[in-house]
Nanobody, 128 residues
Framework: QVHLEESGGGLVQAGGSLRLSCATT????????VFWVRQAPGKEREGTSC????????YYSDSVKGRFTISKDNAKSVVYLQMNDLKPEYTAVYYCAADSGLGQCGDYLQRPDVLDYWGQGTQVTVSS
């Protein structure tokens, strides 16, 4: 069973930075692609970043490219999301999610609702 737990959210001013962490069960990162998905109030879930299992290839949505960096530490079973130059419209609950075990990001960044495993989310609030 895959367990995901996010941490690191909070309140930050526009232009600031935050680093989110997603702690996973051991060996999860060897098999599963992991995603960061956000959901703003009244809006649909939006996939922002993905890191693949085998070669740690990283993918980003156009809305965060150049601002977000996803990385992972397989030995610690943790995925990170470094967020820089934050904007108020990035205010959302950020979820860590994983695929079924194919290990590739595929097109799931564009359709995150099909992902199989989810954390409880962490709130990120960017003030103007």
């Amino acid at each position: 069973q895959v367990h995901l737990e996010e941490s690191g959210g909070g309140l930050v001013q526009a232009g600031g930075s935050l680093r989110l962490s997603c702690a996973t069960t051991p060996y999860t990162l060897d098999m599963h692609a992991v995603f960061w998905v956000r959901q703003a109030p009244g809006k649909e879930r939006e996939g922002t970043s993905c890191i693949s299992a085998l070669d740690s290839s990283a993918y980003y949505s156009d809305s965060v490219k150049g601002r977000f960096t996803i990385s992972k530490d397989n030995a610690k079973s943790v995925v990170y999301l470094q967020m820089n130059d934050l904007k108020p419209e990035y205010t959302a609950v950020y979820y860590c999610a994983a695929d079924s075990g194919l290990g590739q990001c595929g097109d799931y960044l564009q359709r995150p609702d099909v992902l199989d495993y989810w954390g409880q989310g962490t709130q990120v609030t960017v003030s103007s």
